[in-house]
């Protein structure tokens, strides 16, 4: 097989929603891990619906191997939906944070420039250090470490990503136009996932 012959592996954001239950994480950590795959970037957090999570997962692979990922981690029984997109089919940011001597800053006006044309703000400022902050894409963030590394860079730490898919009407549009089709005493039930194909399509 040739290099053009091999498949095309690109970043992928796979988005999970699910009910918020202990050792779920674990579980999903594992169906990456049997198949070898590195996690570039995982994020959770709660989403616009009430006791419904949301995981964020970014990897480099193949769509096809992304797209059986997917269906793998919707046969769990808490996961009640999953996506996944390429970075132009989302809208998304990661937060640094860098810390840098004080001194270096006070005396170096060229660095204060430097901080305001990379869109960085000071949020902690003490005698012995500085820490910046900024959001934007890895591109952005790893710059901004060159740039400070030759003015005594002294920590950096980056988030995992957080992201919004670009079309779509919403998880919770789903779940309140079920609830309006077929009324319960709760929206969320696992008899509820019986039906997610039919009812959670974006």
Do not use: C
């Not at 949020?123 to 030759?150: M, S």
């Amino acid at each position: 097989m040739t290099a053009q012959d091999q498949p095309f592996k690109q970043e992928f954001n796979i988005t999970v929603y699910t009910e918020n239950q202990i050792g779920l994480l674990n579980r999903i950590a594992i169906i990456f891990t049997r198949r070898k795959i590195n996690i570039d970037s995982l994020n959770t957090s709660p989403s616009e619906i009430e006791s419904i999570h949301r995981f964020n997962i970014v990897i480099t692979e193949t769509e096809d191997v992304v797209r059986k990922l997917s269906r793998q981690i919707e046969k769990q029984v808490e996961v009640l939906k999953v996506y996944y997109n390429t970075n132009d089919e989302v809208i998304w940011q990661e937060l640094a944070l860098y810390k840098v001597p004080t001194d270096v800053i006070a005396e170096k006006a060229s660095v204060e420039r430097l901080l305001r044309e990379n869109g960085a703000r000071a949020v902690v400022i003490r005698k012995d250090y500085t820490v910046f902050e900024t959001t934007g894409h890895r591109e952005e963030t790893d710059a901004l470490i060159k740039v400070l590394q030759p003015y005594g860079l002294i920590e950096f730490v980056r988030s995992a990503r957080v992201a919004i898919i670009k079309h779509s009407d919403g998880f919770n549009r789903k779940i309140r136009e079920f609830e309006r089709i077929d009324p319960g005493q709760e929206v969320i039930e696992n008899e509820f996932l019986n039906s997610r194909e039919k009812v959670f399509t974006m």
